[in-house]
């Protein structure tokens, strides 16, 4: 059974960084573009960030864009989310998520791992 | 960007009751739009994809309809197991999802 697990999440001050994890297991890793989503409290979904199967393709919302950075290591089946920066608007509980390797909808997601921004 | 607005975003249903939740695009996106169910502390699960595939092990009395800019998802006889937070996302340019709808007990 394919299972993501993110890890990292915790308190940071407005202006500081983190990195949260998202370990992969049950499905071949290197094969799948991956993502990571966001939802902030009493918010909606918002996607923050995709990565292609090799790791040089990326994307990002423009809410991040410059500050966040996603990376992977197959090697590991993991996923990265290093964030910069942060804000109190970055308050939220991350979610890694894959994308079906045809039609891209998010097929398998994780539980989240929750950032607070605050001081 | 295309937007999505879903409604209602709160439900009130008794066990047994067919309930329906709209998702609402801002422009076309073709039949690429999934349904989402989501309970408290759990990773969302995927429901339908391509508007109307039901993915395996979904119960039947779920079901999803439309294309373009119009989309319904119907739980039909409701279940206890079936209060939980829904959302739409469409994946036909990058990604956006609705706001969710909450289905809760009446």
């Known amino acids: 059974e394919a299972q993501l697990e993110e890890s990292g999440g915790g308190l940071v001050q407005p202006g500081g960084s983190l990195r949260i994890s998202c370990a992969a297991s049950?499905?071949?890793?290197?094969?799948?573009?991956m993502s990571w989503v966001r939802q902030a409290p009493g918010k909606g979904l918002e996607f923050i960030s995709y990565?292609?199967?090799?790791?040089?393709?990326?994307k990002y919302a423009d809410s991040v864009q410059g500050r966040f950075t996603i990376s992977r290591d197959n090697t590991d089946n993991s996923l990265f989310l290093q964030m910069n920066s942060l804000r109190a608007e970055d308050t939220a509980r991350y979610h890694c998520?894959?994308?079906?390797?045809?039609?891209?909808?998010?097929?398998?997601w994780g539980k989240g791992t929750t950032v607070t921004v605050s001081s | 960007d295309i937007q999505m607005t879903q409604f209602p975003s709160t439900l009130s249903a008794s066990i047994g009751d067919r309930v329906t939740i709209t998702c609402r695009a801002s422009q076309s996106i073709s039949s690429w739009l999934a349904w989402y169910q989501q309970k408290p502390g759990k990773a969302p699960k995927l429901l339908i994809s391509k508007a109307s595939s039901l993915e395996s092990g979904v119960p039947s009395r779920f079901s999803g309809s439309g294309s373009g800019t119009e989309f319904t998802l119907t739980i039909n006889s409701l279940q206890p197991d079936d209060f939980a937070i829904y959302f739409c996302q469409q994946y036909n340019s990058h990604w956006t999802f609705g706001q969710g709808t909450k289905v809760e007990v009446k």
């Open positions: 049950g499905f071949p890793f290197s094969s799948y573009e």
């Open positions: 990565i292609g199967s090799g790791g040089s393709n990326t």
């Open positions: 998520a894959r994308l079906h390797p045809i039609f891209a909808y998010m097929d398998v």
